[in-house]
């Protein structure tokens, strides 16, 4: 099971950019993709992102398309989230996660391992 290390999150202003990093523990393989997902306080988790390793297929929610990106570098072993004009309800904990699959990436269940999560938060 690849274990995720996450970083990246902070406190930023609306309208502020963060970037986040998602580190894998060993180097992917054959279908493998990563994503990120989200949870606020009482809300459910949602998709945010996702992008397929080999070929770097991109997924995005239509909440969040066109104000973030989701990339990878495949020799450090990592996947970014970069998140330009925040808005307040994109305040969440922020989870990367790792699926053998490069098919139902909108489905948390698609993926087997995750990050500890970490905590964006934007204010007017």
């Known amino acids: 099971q690849v274990q995720l290390e996450e970083s990246g999150g902070g406190a930023v202003r609306t309208g502020g950019s963060l970037t986040l990093s998602c580190v894998a523990s060993?180097?992917?393989?054959?279908?493998?993709?990563m994503g990120w997902f989200r949870q606020a306080p009482g809300k459910e988790r949602e998709f945010v992102a996702a992008?397929?390793?080999?070929?770097?297929?991109?997924r995005y929610s239509q909440s969040v398309k066109g104000r973030f990106t989701i990339s990878r570098d495949v020799f450090k072993k990592t996947a970014y989230l970069t998140m330009n004009n925040l808005q307040p309800e994109d305040t969440a904990v922020y989870y990367c996660?790792?699926?053998?699959?490069?098919?139902?990436?909108?489905?948390?269940?698609?993926?087997?391992?995750w990050g500890q999560g970490t905590q964006v938060t934007v204010s007017s």
């Open positions: 996660a790792a699926a053998t699959a490069t098919l139902g990436l909108e489905d948390g269940a698609t993926y087997g391992s």
């Open positions: 060993t180097r992917p393989f054959g279908s493998f993709a």
């Open positions: 992008i397929t390793w080999n070929l770097g297929g991109l």
